[in-house]
């Protein structure tokens, strides 16, 4: 499942949203301030373990080699 990283541009709050569809951008806002000025930043991979519980996992596809 998506897991996008954001940062509000009113407080510079950084957050997580699980999101499902691209639409559900459209409602992200930011947990601290109320904010909907975010920014969307690297995305990161969240997999389901099989006790039910999901975890981040770094993605390495945009990581600079060397």
Avoid: R, W, Y
């Amino acid at each position: 499942m998506p897991l996008f990283g954001f940062e509000c541009e009113e407080c510079q709050t950084n957050f997580e949203e699980l999101l499902f569809s691209s639409s559900d951008q459209e409602e992200v806002h930011c947990p601290q301030c109320a904010s909907i000025k975010v920014n969307k930043k690297l995305s990161t991979v969240a997999a389901l373990s099989s006790s039910g519980s999901s975890q981040s996992v770094a993605s390495s596809v945009c990581a600079p080699s060397g």
